[in-house]
């Protein structure tokens, strides 16, 4: 593996895999089990010397996944809801450390700028969204990321 990210956001995967899945919730079976799957393909992946990906594109997958995956977390059922969430930011907080100020930061910069970039920055957006779109006080930014996607999306 060429890419030190990669194997630190792999092995995050595999320890928030392994954590959650104490909690022996099946509304998380379907997510543990798509890791494993997609895990599996990433090893395959890197392993092949044919292998076109870069290890960043995989490593922004993943970043992409663990912004989802709070998402996911703070839609359980309450039973399990809280340790989840405790889990997975115990876990990312102790590979990822500056992960979520980072997002954040980035996040900032584009709206600042009032303009998206690329997929990845797309995707910052996207996720606020997500975490926005439920709440009834955030309309003025809600509507502002919304164009800011749709400006994007016309231009690609």
Known sequence: MRSKKLETLIILYKELAEELGKLKSP?????????????????????????AIKPSQIASGFEQGLRDTHLILGDLNAQYRSSAIEIFY??????????FQKCKAQLERIVEKGKI?????????RHRVDEIERQSNNDAELEFLNELLGKFEASV
């Open 117 to 125: 970039k690329n997929e990845n920055e797309w995707y910052l957006v």
């Open 27 to 51: 509304e998380l079976e379907p997510l543990l089990n798509s890791w494993s799957v997609s895990l599996g393909q990433i090893n395959e992946i890197i392993n092949n010397p044919d292998n």
């Open 90 to 99: 115990k876990v990312v907080g102790s590979h990822l450390p500056s992960f």
